[in-house]
């Protein structure tokens, strides 16, 4: 969990509220992820970054908007949520480019929408 | 779309025991990388084994990958009360870096 942070760690928002989540990494990294943890169900990947790019958005509903100003920095804006997008979200990042890649995780936001 | 499924679910187990999981995949892989979730928290990366490997050890884990079979399997002996959390299996199929996680496995390591 070193190197990549995470805030807030514990977010409860209500369906029309406006809030971001925010991802820092000082691995030196050039990709960045989101992911979300839902109980039960395997780690989903929502959007990957590679040098500031978005390369992959898995379907994700576009009440998740994500930013990536810059390869140490990633943000996941979140409007008008649904109680069924409560979980965990993670951020990763690595190395791009290379065939054989490790992911390192932040400690996650538990997010709760009433 | 899932592609590593790890079973068993869940294991419980003395401390000192080993402590043996598997993960099947469906489509062929690049790499096949398992990672450790202790509860509510990130995951954190074990050992990446590449396709063309069969196994691999890193301390008291040891990885085998059965390409044949797209089955892998982490074993970890001598467990510890620590090792309590869950695994989980991840497969990157290409050169994205994009890994498809499977659904884990609960470890209890009981004292």
């Known amino acids: 969990e070193t190197g990549v942070t995470q805030t807030p760690r514990h977010l409860v928002m209500g369906m029309t509220n406006k809030k971001s989540l925010k991802c820092e990494q000082h691995?030196?990294?050039?990709?960045m992820y989101w992911y979300k943890q839902s109980a039960k169900k395997p780690l989903e990947l929502m959007f990957v970054y590679s040098l500031e790019e978005r390369v992959e958005n898995n379907s994700v509903p576009s009440r998740f908007s994500p930013e990536c100003p810059n390869s140490s920095h990633l943000f996941l804006h979140l409007h008008t949520l649904q109680p069924e997008d409560s979980a965990l979200y993670l951020c990763?990042?690595?190395?791009?480019?290379?065939?054989?890649?490790?992911?390192?995780f932040g400690p996650g936001t538990r997010l709760t929408v009433t | 779309s899932q592609q590593g499924e790890e079973d068993p679910q869940a294991l419980s187990i003395q401390e000192g025991e080993n402590a043996t999981m598997n993960c099947s995949y469906k489509?062929?892989?690049?790499?096949l990388q398992w990672y450790r979730q202790n509860s509510g928290r990130g995951l954190v990366h074990l050992i990446l084994i590449r396709s063309n490997e069969r196994e691999k050890h890193s301390g008291r884990l040891r990885v085998t990958l059965d390409t044949s079979k797209k089955s892998s399997s982490l074993l970890i002996t001598a467990s510890r009360a620590a090792d309590t959390a869950s695994y989980f299996c991840a497969t990157d199929s290409g050169n994205t870096g994009k890994l498809i996680f499977g659904q884990g496995t609960t470890l209890q390591v009981k004292p």
């Open positions: 489509t062929s892989i690049n790499n």
């Open positions: 691995l030196g990294h050039n990709a």
């Open positions: 990763a990042s690595s190395h791009s480019g290379s065939p054989y890649v490790e992911q390192y």
